[in-house]
């Protein structure tokens, strides 16, 4: 039952994310509890709006079949931070989680693809080297105060809640959709940076 209602998490999130990004080209002010409550009215109807006997949000499982917990906690943020302009990520945290998931599906799906022999999606079915691994890797992001080790704690907490309907960590952490918004968030940023960096050496040559 637990896994059922979480399923609608992830859709109920993007609904709300999709009105609030439509709403926002009208220019009105969408912060404060008034927008935010009607937004998520309207999301939970949107997701519960049965289609051929089944819920719109129990549709996007024939995409996707697990939402990573990373991706739902990207999202909830952004809504967040529309809502009442907190901001929960920082981009160093945003930076290695987008550097994680790229890592993560790069060693996860040439397997799927057929490329390579090598199975590490095994590595997600009870305990094994995975689990030091995602250890050790949330130690060193607490030690450096990196607000990404929240969301890896978020996400074991989770496959050990069994709130996806998958049971293999690795579904937990990574999702196809996350490596494909991360490796847009990361074009962007060096995109971002390489600006940065033309602008200034030519206001420098002015000089």
């Not at 990004?21 to 009105?28: D, E, F, N, V, W």
């Not at 890592?103 to 305990?127: C, E, I, K, V």
């Not at 995975?130 to 890797?137: A, G």
């Amino acid at each position: 039952m637990t896994t059922y209602v979480f399923s609608f998490v992830f859709p109920f999130l993007l609904a709300t994310a999709l009105l609030q990004s439509l709403a926002a080209l009208s220019g009105r002010n969408l912060r404060g509890w008034g927008p935010t409550l009607v937004f998520g009215l309207i999301g939970a109807g949107v997701v519960l709006f049965p289609v051929d006997g089944l819920p719109l949000a129990r549709w996007l499982i024939s995409f996707n079949a697990n939402f990573s917990i990373p991706l739902t906690a990207i999202l909830f943020f952004r809504v967040v931070r529309v809502s009442f302009g907190i901001r929960l990520l920082d981009e160093k945290a945003l930076l290695i989680c987008w550097i994680f998931a790229i890592t993560a599906g790069a060693a996860l799906y040439p397997m799927a693809l057929g490329l390579t022999r090598l199975d590490p999606y095994a590595a997600g079915w009870g305990f094994s080297w995975l689990f030091v691994l995602m250890f050790s890797f949330t130690m060193v992001l607490l030690a450096i105060k990196n607000r990404f080790a929240v969301i890896l704690m978020a996400a074991i907490l989770a496959f050990n809640l069994r709130l996806l309907e998958s049971t293999n960590l690795w579904d937990y952490l990574v999702d196809p959709l996350l490596v494909v918004v991360s490796c847009i968030g990361l074009g962007c940023r060096v995109r971002r940076r390489a600006q940065g960096a033309r602008h200034g050496g030519g206001a420098r040559r002015e000089a």
